[in-house]
Every structure is written in C-alpha cells, then in structure tokens.
C-alpha cells in the first residue's frame, strides 16, 4: 500500500555556529503521513537554507520543530468549463502540475516562488520558505508564472490537444486570488481554441 502524501507548514527554531538563533518558516509538499518524516524533512530543508553556516537544531527538544498538517479544503477548489474536469495537480495529471513541469532545468513552482520579492528585502528563497507568503512584486511574479507556462507548453506541443480537449479544468489545491495553473492553462486552452 502506497501511503498518503500531505502537506506541511513548519517552524523550525535553532542557532548558527555563531551562537545567533533563528526561527524559519515554511511549507513541505508531498511529505509521508508520518510526524517522523515531516520533522527530518523540516530540519534538513532549513539547513539547506543556510549552506556555509548550517543551522544548528535540538532535535532533542521537540519543541523546536512544530508542524502542522495542511488539508486542503475542496471549497477552495477552482474549477473552469464543465465537468468532467481535467485536475491540474499533482493529485491529477502530473503534467499539469506546477511542481513537476519542468522549464530551463527547474519546475515552474520554484522559479515562480524564487522571482518573489518581500517587503523585508528578501528575494529568492526556496519555494519551501516563499510559498503562501505575500509578496511586494505581485503583478511581476503573476506574469512570470503565466510565462513559464506559456513556455512550457511551447516546448511540449504534445499537451496542447489534451488542454483543447478537456470541457474544464480544476486544481484541487487552487485558492481564490492566488496565481493558480488551472486558470492559466485555462487561458491557454480557450486562446488555442480561438486560433490566437
């Protein structure tokens, strides 16, 4: 039996070698339903965060690391067409999914979630570290997304007739006034329709 992969928002509390301590935030993706493999995972993307000075962590106190399983409410599912829908996701066909379309080396997930720019300064954080966080440059990183995509099918004409042929699209994990893959295949699939 395949076990179930979910999602987690994690903090993760530790210190430099400096002695300096340090709170990070951020989110797992298709993690094991397992505390144990979400708390390795937790650690070991923050430490990767800081490559020349590896963050230190009490794995000892467990209080250090605090996960939080996320489940995706189907509310907040977004739909476009009619049924039968084509599920935009990882849940779905891979290929549609931001995390696994692949566009100059890398997924479209983590060169969207690196163009962010936050109002502390910061840019270019892993998609663990920006993901569902809101960012200063919105209206660029919208554009950007929309061209990775554009890009993507481009390169990879064979999915532009399984786009035309879906009557609706859905990505399960799509929320209301967030960039969303669904809708921009979507747009895609309507202008490949309309001969633009």
Known sequence: ?????????????????????????????????????????AVRCCQEM?????????????GNVVL??????????????TPPYLECS??????????????????????YQAAKRFADGSAGLSWQMAK????????????????????YIKENPELLPVLMAATGLSDMFGQPGHNCQATVLWKIRNEALNGQ
Request: with cysteine.
């Open 68 to 81: 939080r399983k996320l489940v995706p409410k189907k509310k907040n599912m977004i739909k476009h067409g």
């Open 1 to 41: 039996m395949i076990p179930e992969k979910y999602e987690y928002s994690f903090t993760v509390k530790g210190r430099y070698a400096s002695g300096m301590k340090t709170t990070m935030t951020g989110t797992l993706w298709d993690v094991d339903d397992y505390p144990q493999s979400a708390f390795k995972e």
């Open 132 to 151: 569902g966080k809101k960012c200063a440059n919105q209206g660029e990183v919208t554009q950007i997304y929309e061209s990775l995509w554009r890009q």
């Open 90 to 111: 990882s849940k779905g066909d891979k290929r549609f999914s931001a995390f696994y379309a692949q566009v100059n080396g890398q997924s479209i997930e983590k060169q």
């Open 50 to 62: 800081t490559p020349d000075s590896p963050l230190i962590v009490d794995t000892e106190t467990g």
